[in-house]
């Protein structure tokens, strides 16, 4: 079926404002930091949106379509926050890299990961040196947290009251 140009137009509008609509449905957590189950809602919907624009599907089917992934998008996060093994089926979990300052390389093996790619991802966090690190986690969200060893911490101004 050929579209004419205004048609195009309603029909990106109105796919536009469908998907803003959805995505502010699932809220904050799926823009912010996106998780497996986020990338694969994204790449799924993606994947039909130029079909219903060029009119290949009927505007109607293709907003049902839209809407019905979201809202199974939403279910699994819905049971996932309540249920441990749902969580676990549609997350991956935590996984130490660095441990007291040595690198464990079995957990860089499981995430698939080079040490550089860690290395580069401490030094945005302002942590240069490993020996310094008590623990880095790569955590569900696929971001490195830091945890700096204790000694090496800054000096606050409860430790300048120790010197008076």
Known sequence: ?????????IRVSAMFLIALALVRILGKPSIGELST???VVITILGDPFDS???GEV???QGAVYFIT???IHLLVRYLSARNTLIFRLTNSPPRILIQKGAV?????Q????RMETVEADMRLKGEDQLEEVKEATLETNGK??????TPSKPVQKKDLKLLG
Do not use: C, N, Q, W
């Open 144 to 149: 490195l947290s830091v945890v700096k060893d």
């Open 1 to 9: 079926m050929e579209l004419t140009f205004p048609a195009i137009l």
């Open 69 to 71: 992934i979201t809202l």
């Open 37 to 39: 189950m986020d990338f």
């Open 110 to 113: 499981v995430e698939r990961m």
């Open 104 to 108: 464990l390389s079995k957990g860089l």
């Open 58 to 60: 009927p505007f109607l």
């Open 52 to 54: 219903v624009i060029y």
